[in-house]
């Protein structure tokens, strides 16, 4: 059900590919493949209409690419125009002249009112502003307590009262003054967009505290419905940006493209999991991509950049560049993989993989065992793992408490890693020069060392490697620099040892 | 070559490594993780840990006024609301599709603003196909050419898919500690749920004592201390942040020694793909399993704006506490969990119980016919 949008335009493509070039037909054709992609990942189906017409004018006008396949085209196109319609400014708070800025948290019940105002509130501060929490949720039980809670947590000063949540709101205001606090988020309760009495009391409290930034809190995971509340809350309290919540779930989050239309006013944040630290600046791109089942590389990336200090990353270069894979090197990257989260979500984040290695339950503590063993190997038995003869290895399974089973298909996986290494090094060496010659001329230069992927990469867990990395999703990715160049990948090694499971 | 890409293939090159190294061995893996838990000696019952409300009712002084107002029933009508009176005026968006094609011939776009009017209900695009599938073979078997008569069988085959061959009951064993779990994603309404029970239950004559396990989110237990309190039933909870396995143990050991009929543990919300999270959940499980025949229910609560998410939520719980069925909340807003068919269709999880409103009586049995009916007639 969840098959990315590429892996089905492939489908519909290997019939044409033949021809190689889009006609109007197929793009009709293409078009419901679309419209399909974008309702099961939850945009609204009015949304997706005027999307799709969209995304149709631009793919009969568009100039045909040479480089790309019709499949790769399309997913670019739709890719470009997701990017296009969320995009804006993200991020960005209205700050005002006169201080305090005001900033109104608003949106349905267990969205994540009170939870964001926290995180914003100590993003705030980690800029060196100085925000008051006011809490104006009256309605929910504890609620007002959750945000005090959460006040002290980061050390920010609150400020709610048992009264009723216009004045709470109006106080909230003046004791921000009080505090000479530059900053104030008011968390209001949870409404339906239908519920009258409540949207007017809302649009009391923003006529009372006149919010510099009225923000919609909706939850990543909301259905068709995500229109219908946007544009109530929208009329009733201009809003003036978006926060999407719980992100770090598996849902596609089509809803942030149905508020974007319906509002058309930016995406500012993102909320990327239960701790008040994850959140972040929305990233339209990402969201596009998440869209579309294409993996999250930027984010994988961007982590990768913040776990890897300077000198691993130039050993992991080296090591690319050398084929010279020992493990040592391994071990170390191992422990840095370790850093970057559960393996399952960065694997999650990697486009293109199969859906056997997607649904594939890897456990963290597969991490630590493997790490066990190798850690019972002597530094010469690291450098050369050729030498872990038979009773060696019985002596690693013992030390590591593993099996002698488990330490061969270490070794053997292993074994293949390090051929294919060696094979990526010196095809890296030959790509990169003709990278370059081709970034001269600028452009994308990324799709042609993209294609042959794509078309010949070997199927199955083959292609998790490098033919993985290859695939159309990518492709349209291809912004990243010199990435066509570890593109032609594919063919060579693969993971044919890979069991499946 | 761009660092990030080599950080990522080596990423790539570990992932291939690691999985390949212990594939072999997956079987042997979940019996370690299933392997229970070394005897855990019994938790001190810390002195003020396990609270019985009624002496602490000082700390909520709002309370009493506060439950007049949540148990009073407008309408002065008992317990249970009607679903369909409760919903008939939200549901303009489904109704007017229907009534856009009645009087018409059958043609394609009959069957296209069906469609849209399932897929605007959340009902997801496999289940509005096979929905729509159906329709179309009874058209063509009965050579029926009206519009009207569409509709009609629609209306049938959504029926069908929620057969009430299902038991939507919410079980207990008389004279016995009944255990009904709540699980589900965060900011659903499970905290809610269990506040509502508790206090239906509690007004019915039953003994009810809550467990609250959700020790991350802040001020959760306190929540769940005032729906305690206005419900008048007992409540076990601990420090946040505290060991949720222990305060399901501790109540678990309090209700029995209380002789408690019904026992409602409520848990931290969790992402469903959060491994570590899910098997902190499959443990709470196992602490009630431990005392044979107590656990009733395991109910999923979703919220009714969920999109094809839900799905996925379902299937994931379903497999790491194995649940019993599903409460359905904030039906009142124009949403119409359309996912539950797609729940009920692929996993044959009932929905129990639905949410349509703020007060105590808002939680009503799930009538299946009624919530075609509100989808239809709205």
């Given at each position: ?6 892996d ?19 793009v ?10 974008l309702?099961e990942a ?23 690419h ?20 969320l ?17 109104l948290?608003?949106g ?31 309605q ?20 709610s009262?048992d ?5 709470v ?11 000479g ?11 339906l ?5 409540l ?5 009391r409290v ?16 909301t259905?068709?419905?995500a ?6 809350f929208?009329?009733t ?7 999407i ?10 809803a ?6 319906v509002?058309?006013?930016p ?8 701790k ?6 929305f ?8 869209i ?18 300077e ?24 422990r840095?993989v ?16 199969p ?9 963290d ?8 063993i ?5 530094p010469?038995e690291?450098a ?11 002596r690693i399974?013992?030390g590591?408490?593993t099996?002698?089973g488990?330490v061969?298909?270490?070794l053997?996986q ?7 290494m ?19 001329k600028?452009?994308?230069t990324t799709a ?8 010949k ?14 695939s159309?999703g ?12 570890l593109?032609?990948?594919?063919g060579?090694?693969g ?7 | 070559?761009?660092t ?15 999985a390949?190294t ?12 299933i392997?229970?838990?070394p005897?855990?000696?019994?938790a ?9 409300i ?5 700390d909520?002084?709002a309370?009493?006024v ?9 309408s002065?009508?008992?317990v249970k ?6 919903l008939?005026?939200t ?9 856009a ?7 394609d ?30 058209v063509?078997?009965n ?7 569409v509709?009609?069988m ?22 016995q ?10 900011g ?13 239950r ?20 306190e ?7 206005r ?25 029995t020694s ?36 107590a ?7 979703i ?14 719980f379903?497999?790491a506490?194995?649940?019993t ?6 039906l ?9 068919l797609a729940i ?10 639905v ?24």
């Open positions: 059900m969840f098959d990315s949008l590429s089905r335009l492939d489908g519909i493509f290997s019939r044409l590919r033949s021809r190689g070039r889009l006609t109007e037909k197929d009709d054709e293409v078009a419901r493949e679309i419209r399909q992609a309702l939850d945009v609204n189906v009015k949304v997706a209409r005027a999307f799709i017409t969209r995304v149709k004018d631009a793919a009969i006008g568009a100039n045909v040479e480089a790309l396949n019709p499949a790769q085209q399309i997913v670019k196109i739709v890719h470009d125009e997701l990017v296009a319609t995009g804006g400014e993200t991020g960005k708070l209205v700050v005002s002249s006169k201080p305090p800025t005001v900033i948290l608003a349905l019940q267990g969205s994540g009112k009170t939870t964001h105002a926290g995180k914003l509130a100590r993003h705030l501060k980690s800029q060196g502003r100085q925000p008051l929490l006011v809490g104006a949720d009256l929910r039980l504890a609620a007002v307590e959750q945000l005090r809670t959460l006040a002290q947590r980061i050390d920010v000063p609150f400020f009262e009264s009723d949540p216009v004045t709101a109006r106080k909230g205001i003046d004791e921000a003054r009080r505090l606090r530059d900053h104030v988020i008011v968390d209001t309760a949870g409404r967009q239908i519920d009258a009495d949207m007017d009391e809302l649009a923003r006529d009372a505290v006149q919010p510099h930034n009225t923000l919609l809190v909706i939850d990543a995971m259905g068709q419905e229109v219908n509340v946007a544009s109530a929208n009329e309290i201009p809003i003036d940006g978006v926060i919540t719980k992100i770090d779930g598996d849902a596609r989050g089509g942030a493209l149905s508020v974007k239309e509002v058309g006013k995406i500012l944040f993102a909320g990327t999991g239960e008040l630290d994850e959140f972040e600046v990233h339209p791109d990402r969201m596009a991509g998440r579309l089942g294409m993996g999250d590389m930027l984010t994988l990336i961007e982590k990768a950049e913040q776990t890897f200090d000198e691993q990353k130039a050993r992991a270069e080296e090591i690319m560049r050398e084929g010279d894979f020992t493990l040592e090197d391994f071990l170390d990257q191992l840095q370790k850093k970057m989260g559960p393996l399952q979500n960065v694997i999650g984040m990697l486009p293109g993989m859906k056997e290695i997607k649904d594939a339950d890897i456990d503590r597969e991490l630590g065992r493997v790490e066990a190798i850690c019972s190997m002597t010469a690291r050369k793992p050729n030498s872990i003869n038979g009773s060696r290895r019985t399974a013992l590591s408490g099996s002698t488990e061969n298909n270490l053997k292993f074994g293949q890693m390090q051929q294919m060696k094979q990526m090094g010196v095809m890296g060496r030959v790509m990169q020069k003709k990278s370059k010659k081709n970034k001269k600028g452009g994308r042609k060392g993209t294609k042959p992927v794509s078309t990469s070997n199927p199955g867990l083959g292609g998790m490697g490098a033919g993985g990395l290859g159309p990518l492709g349209d990715l291809g912004d990243l620099g010199d990435f066509g160049g593109g032609g990948l594919g060579p090694g993971f044919k040892g890979l069991p499946k499971r | 070559m761009d990030p890409i080599v950080v990522m293939l080596v990423v790539l090159a570990i992932v291939a490594i690691v390949g212990f594939a072999f061995r997956s079987r042997g893996r979940i019996e370690t993780t392997e229970p838990a005897a855990r000696p019994p001190p019952v810390e002195p003020g840990l396990v609270d019985a009624p002496s602490d009712a000082a909520v002084p309370a009493p506060a439950a007049i107002e949540l148990f009073e029933e407008p002065g009508e008992p609301a009607n679903l369909r009176s409760r008939g005026k549901r303009a968006a489904f109704g007017g599709y229907l009534r094609v009645a009087g018409r011939r059958i043609d776009e009959v069957y296209d603003e069906l469609e849209e009017a399932l897929l605007l209900a959340d009902v997801g695009v496999a289940t509005t196909n096979r929905l729509l599938d159906g329709v179309r073979a009874q063509s078997a050579k029926v050419t009206d519009a009207d008569a509709v009609a629609l209306r049938g085959e959504i029926e069908a898919m929620l057969s009430d061959s299902v038991d939507r009951s919410l079980r207990t064993t008389p004279d500690l009944s255990v009904w779990m709540f699980v589900g994603v965060n659903v309404g499970k905290t809610t749920t269990i506040g509502k029970l508790a206090a239906q509690s007004r019915a004559g039953g003994s009810v004592m809550l467990a609250a396990a959700d020790t991350f989110r802040a001020a959760a237990a929540q769940l201390t005032q729906w305690a309190a419900a008048g039933v007992d409540i076990v909870r601990g420090d946040e942040g505290a060991d949720p396995g222990a305060i399901v143990f501790d109540a678990m050991a309090s209700a209380k002789g408690v009929d019904l026992l409602l543990v409520d848990t931290a919300g969790r992402l469903h793909n959060k491994n570590n999270l899910m098997a902190e959940l499959e443990k709470l499980r196992r602490i009630v399993d431990r005392t044979e025949g656990l009733h229910e395991v109910l999923l609560v919220d009714a704006t969920t999109g094809q998410n839900g799905l996925q939520q379902a299937k994931q379903a497999e506490v194995d649940v069925g599903s409460v359905l909340t904030k009142d807003g124009t949403a119409k969990g359309g996912i539950v009920q269709a692929e996993l044959g999880l009932p929905v129990k119980v949410g349509v409103g703020e007060t105590v009586g808002d939680l009503i049995e799930f009538d299946p016919a009624e919530f075609v009916a509100a989808l239809f007639e709205g």
